[in-house]
């Protein structure tokens, strides 16, 4: 795919000068009534058993630091800040009531990229997902298999290694933007990824396990998205569907979408060659650009109670008035999805209601360049600052789902600019999604100078709910993972239960190209649907020495006393 086309792309949507596909219907908040547009999987095969399969050849190129494609960032600049409304006065930590971590184990780090491919890669995308006798990691670009203590069972290995003699042989290139899920229903795993070779095809390459045994065989998958890169690839299970959302860029300059997915789940888990695929498209003209921002994030359900019968799948944006696409207003955009896969062209999606949220800014002062953000203990050259990457206009993976019978809950979260230059973490709980409020919202930055961002929120069973973050400043704390939370009785949009630390850093990064996350996984074990497993990236002084972004990754376990 051709560079220059990507840069203009991303200004062209940050500009709004796209073509329109469609016509805006002001009655229907913006948006037309979309046609569905029905597909198979272009590739399909059963893997020999995971265990069986040696991981493949590295491809030994140069062995730099290298970005991955998430395209653009738009022009964020400095501007004045907007005081955050969901932000508690004072601003003090709360006292530590959180649990401490019932044990943490190292996941896939920068070496093993080195080691397997030859190469090194930023930034992660560290993302893993937890099952009944497993854990699974993944990142750019290897992947592992864990017991749920941490014990190392496979790997970590290129994900190539994975779809290996797959027909599609780009799904064995070095990708990444990964995403596990466990598919508690049916107990399979789906390890996926994107390609971004091109520049003529591009495909979402997705593995289904064929039984629980992650280190068993796979029913493997390519998905065409034409010539389309579906950059950021996110998804959510439902017991209907496997949800895909994507921001995708095209062949013209001006090409800019976001995509959405949905593939049959049963004809997935039981391994059948043909499962339907139900797409629908946003572009501008369709919806208002503030509306498509940088994308939408698709329900993944947790729990073993479903959603009521014809529910729709939800999606989640949001939208600053204060950014770039020009949006009237700080705002949830909620949509909907109804897909049926028996008569696939009277699908439909739409959107549901937009929710006025607390005022938040996302759009930070970073400088020089818009990922120089968060400064490091001794680093003197802006240029190697963190990325907030708060300024993408979509909230961070998960958007979780949980049906307590008594209500319907989602939780999601996005970083922001809490305080004047300090990041902290928005989160929302939606309720009632058909009709949806916005129960409770909070911003998390207790006044101590340390920044939080690149989280990942989740509730237990209990409806307790927890929120894993990273965490840096200028001076003493080096790039690092805590985690807080709040009972379900605390008071609506506190984390009442303070902050606990998974893993502390030691060194930092030194790459200028300053990127960070873009992701993180907060997910609850289906087992006793108590226990919650957080992953996320981190340096050490030793880690620090092994190149200019010398990351690794930390898996960490913890849950509150209350929910057994």
């Given at each position: 795919?051709?560079?220059?086309?990507?840069?203009?792309?991303?200004?062209?949507?940050?500009f709004?000068v796209?073509?329109?596909?469609?016509?805006?219907?002001?009655?229907?908040?913006?948006?037309?009534?979309?046609?569905?547009?029905?597909?198979?999987?272009?590739?399909?095969?059963?893997?020999?058993?995971?265990?069986?399969?040696?991981?493949?050849?590295?491809?030994?190129?140069?062995?730099?630091?290298?970005?991955?494609?998430?395209?653009?960032?738009?022009?964020?600049?400095?501007?004045?800040?907007?005081?955050?409304?969901?932000?508690?006065?004072g601003?003090?930590?709360?006292?530590?009531a959180?649990p401490?971590?019932?044990?943490?184990?190292?996941?896939?780090?920068?070496?093993?990229?080195?080691?397997?491919?030859?190469?090194?890669v930023n930034?992660?995308?560290?993302?893993?997902?937890?099952?009944?006798?497993?854990?699974?990691?993944?990142?750019?670009?290897?992947?592992a298999?864990?017991?749920?203590?941490?014990?190392?069972l496979?790997?970590?290995a290129?994900?190539?290694s994975?779809?290996?003699n797959?027909?599609?042989?780009?799904?064995?290139?070095?990708?990444?933007?990964?995403i596990?899920?466990?598919?508690?229903?049916?107990?399979?795993?789906?390890?996926?990824?994107?390609?971004?070779?091109?520049?003529?095809?591009?495909?979402n390459?997705?593995?289904?396990?064929?039984?629980?045994?992650?280190?068993?065989?796979?029913?493997?998958y390519?998905?065409s998205?034409g010539?389309?890169f579906?950059d950021?690839?996110?998804?959510?299970?439902?017991?209907?569907?496997?949800?895909?959302?994507?921001?995708?860029?095209?062949?013209?300059?001006?090409?800019?979408?976001?995509?959405?997915?949905?593939?049959?789940?049963?004809?997935?888990?039981?391994?059948?060659?043909?499962p339907?695929?139900?797409?629908?498209?946003?572009t501008?003209?369709?919806?208002?650009?503030?509306?498509?921002?940088?994308?939408?994030?698709?329900?993944?359900l947790?729990?073993?109670?479903?959603?009521?019968?014809?529910s729709?799948?939800?999606?989640?944006?949001?939208?600053?008035?204060?950014?770039?696409?020009?949006?009237?207003?700080?705002a949830?955009?909620?949509?909907?999805?109804?897909?049926?896969?028996?008569?696939?062209?009277?699908?439909t999606?739409?959107?549901?209601?937009?929710?006025?949220?607390?005022?938040?800014?996302?759009?930070?002062?970073?400088?020089?360049?818009?990922?120089?953000?968060?400064?490091?203990?001794?680093?003197?050259?802006?240029?190697q600052?963190?990325?907030?990457?708060?300024?993408?206009?979509?909230?961070?993976?998960?958007?979780?789902?949980?049906?307590?019978?008594?209500?319907?809950?989602?939780?999601?979260?996005?970083?922001?600019?809490?305080?004047?230059?300090?990041?902290?973490?928005?989160?929302?709980?939606?309720?009632?999604p058909?009709?949806p409020?916005?129960?409770?919202?909070?911003?998390?930055?207790?006044?101590?100078?340390?920044h939080?961002?690149?989280?990942s929120v989740a509730s237990?069973?209990?409806?307790?709910?927890?929120?894993?973050?990273?965490?840096?400043?200028?001076?003493?704390?080096?790039?690092?993972?805590r985690?807080?939370?709040?009972?379900?009785?605390?008071?609506?949009?506190?984390?009442?239960?303070g902050?606990?630390?998974?893993?502390?850093?030691?060194?930092?990064?030194?790459?200028v190209n300053?990127?960070?996350?873009?992701?993180?996984?907060?997910?609850?074990?289906?087992?006793?649907?108590?226990?919650?497993?957080?992953?996320?990236?981190?340096?050490?002084?030793?880690?620090?020495q092994t190149?200019?972004?010398?990351?690794?990754?930390?898996?960490?376990?913890?849950?509150?006393?209350?929910?057994?």
């Amino acid at each position: 795919m051709r560079k220059g086309r990507f840069a203009a792309a991303c200004l062209a949507a940050a500009f709004g000068v796209l073509v329109a596909t469609g016509t805006a219907n002001a009655g229907n908040g913006g948006i037309a009534p979309l046609r569905p547009q029905v597909s198979k999987p272009v590739a399909f095969d059963i893997s020999p058993p995971l265990r069986a399969m040696a991981a493949i050849a590295p491809d030994r190129g140069a062995g730099v630091v290298t970005s991955r494609p998430e395209r653009g960032t738009g022009p964020v600049g400095n501007h004045k800040y907007t005081r955050d409304g969901a932000l508690r006065p004072g601003g003090a930590l709360a006292p530590n009531a959180m649990p401490s971590p019932l044990f943490s184990f190292e996941g896939p780090n920068q070496e093993d990229n080195f080691r397997t491919q030859g190469r090194r890669v930023n930034p992660p995308d560290p993302v893993g997902d937890v099952g009944m006798h497993h854990y699974v990691a993944m990142d750019n670009l290897t992947f592992a298999i864990y017991s749920k203590t941490g014990a190392v069972l496979y790997g970590p290995a290129a994900i190539g290694s994975l779809w290996q003699n797959f027909p599609v042989t780009d799904c064995a290139g070095g990708n990444g933007d990964p995403i596990v899920v466990f598919d508690e229903i049916s107990n399979r795993w789906i390890l996926t990824q994107f390609t971004s070779q091109g520049p003529d095809e591009f495909w979402n390459c997705v593995a289904v396990s064929t039984t629980d045994d992650p280190l068993g065989s796979y029913a493997r998958y390519a998905f065409s998205t034409g010539e389309w890169f579906p950059d950021y690839p996110k998804y959510g299970l439902m017991p209907e569907a496997l949800y895909i959302t994507t921001r995708e860029f095209g062949p013209l300059d001006t090409d800019y979408r976001i995509g959405i997915y949905a593939i049959d789940r049963h004809a997935l888990v039981e391994a059948q060659p043909d499962p339907s695929v139900v797409a629908f498209y946003l572009t501008d003209g369709i919806d208002p650009l503030y509306r498509l921002g940088d994308g939408l994030l698709p329900a993944d359900l947790d729990g073993k109670r479903h959603p009521p019968p014809h529910s729709p799948e939800y999606f989640a944006g949001t939208m600053d008035d204060g950014a770039f696409y020009g949006a009237p207003r700080d705002a949830i955009n909620w949509y909907g999805a109804n897909v049926d896969f028996s008569h696939p062209d009277d699908s439909t999606f739409g959107l549901i209601a937009e929710l006025p949220t607390a005022p938040f800014d996302s759009i930070y002062p970073c400088a020089p360049g818009a990922r120089d953000c968060l400064p490091q203990p001794g680093i003197t050259d802006p240029n190697q600052y963190l990325d907030i990457l708060s300024y993408r206009q979509r909230p961070t993976y998960r958007l979780q789902y949980r049906n307590f019978r008594t209500h319907e809950s989602l939780v999601t979260t996005q970083s922001v600019e809490a305080r004047p230059s300090q990041a902290g973490m928005r989160w929302y709980e939606i309720r009632n999604p058909q009709d949806p409020v916005i129960h409770q919202q909070g911003t998390y930055a207790p006044n101590d100078g340390v920044h939080r961002w690149m989280g990942s929120v989740a509730s237990d069973r209990k409806g307790n709910i927890a929120l894993g973050y990273s965490v840096v400043n200028g001076t003493s704390v080096f790039p690092g993972i805590r985690y807080a939370g709040r009972l379900a009785g605390d008071p609506l949009g506190e984390l009442s239960q303070g902050e606990a630390v998974l893993q502390n850093g030691s060194g930092v990064q030194r790459t200028v190209n300053s990127r960070w996350g873009d992701y993180t996984s907060l997910n609850v074990d289906p087992k006793d649907d108590c226990t919650f497993y957080y992953i996320n990236e981190y340096y050490t002084a030793a880690s620090e020495q092994t190149s200019l972004a010398g990351w690794l990754t930390r898996i960490g376990a913890f849950r509150f006393p209350g929910c057994r």
